[in-house]
T-cell receptor
Framework: RKEVEQDPGPFNVPEGATVAFNCTYSNSASQSFFWYRQDCRKEPKLLMSVYSSGNEDGRFTAQLNRASQYISLLIRDSKLSDSATYLCVVNMGSGGGADGLTFGKGTHLIIQP | EPEVTQTPSHQVTQMGQEVILRCVPISNHLYFYWYRQILGQKVEFLVSFYNNEISEKSEIFDDQFSVERPDGSNFTLKIRSTKLEDSAMYFC?????????FGQGTRLTVV
């Protein structure tokens, strides 16, 4: 069974702190990896793709470890507006294109003032 | 900025009725998807659509579900005989290849 596993949290973090989430996936043939952000009762929004070499976008850093089949998201200098659910998403199709994305259940982050 | 649009935003229907959820994907995208999210649960894949046919579907996508691209812009999900457990948020997404962009969703409530 193809799965994506995340710690559901909630992570309660003071404003300005650094927080990290991990996610593991079951299919070693997975080709593409993403972090999405979902606010309450809203659609998932792409936060960043995760590349093999790791990538950074402002305060956000994503890493991929293929050998251990996990991806991570690091948020530095957290803001109140970072409070949301963070979804780990893996494309487990061998072709990587039209196959369905597999979502984790999400990690709930609460930034406290 | 181009976006995926879905209508209606909220649909209430009686059990056993048919509903059609509508989506307009981003115009130059090639792959279209429907997902659903039951309240408090994870986003679940229903079906993917490419080149005017279903390319993959999940076990959730049984005979009561169907998808269509009736014209060059719309992408619809039909649920033939709704059940109470079909109540969920339904998200349409489109992608040029791998990064999916989601519509705002249709909240379906079956009563």
């Amino acid at each position: 069974r193809k799965e994506v596993e995340q710690d559901p949290g909630p992570f309660n973090v003071p404003e300005g702190a650094t927080v990290a989430f991990n996610c593991t996936y079951s299919n070693s043939a997975s080709q593409s990896f993403f972090w999405y952000r979902q606010d309450c009762r809203k659609e998932p929004k792409l936060l960043m793709s995760v590349y093999s070499s790791g990538n950074e976008d402002g305060r956000f850093t994503a890493q991929l470890n293929r050998a251990s089949q996990y991806i991570s998201l690091l948020i530095r200098d957290s803001k109140l507006s970072d409070s949301a659910t963070y979804l780990c998403v893996v494309n487990m199709g061998s072709g990587g294109g039209a196959d369905g994305l597999t979502f984790g259940k999400g990690t709930h982050l609460i930034i406290q003032p | 900025e181009p976006e995926v649009t879905q209508t209606p935003s909220h649909q209430v229907t009686q059990m056993g009725q048919e509903v059609i959820l509508r989506c307009v994907p981003i115009s130059n995208h090639l792959y279209f998807y429907w997902y659903r999210q039951i309240l408090g649960q994870k986003v679940e894949f229903l079906v993917s659509f490419y080149n005017n046919e279903i390319s993959e579907k999940s076990e959730i996508f049984d005979d009561q579900f169907s998808v269509e691209r009736p014209d060059g812009s719309n992408f619809t999900l039909k649920i033939r005989s709704t059940k109470l457990e079909d109540s969920a948020m339904y998200f349409c997404a489109s992608t040029p290849f791998t990064e999916a962009f989601f519509g705002q969703g249709t909240r379906l409530t079956v009563v």
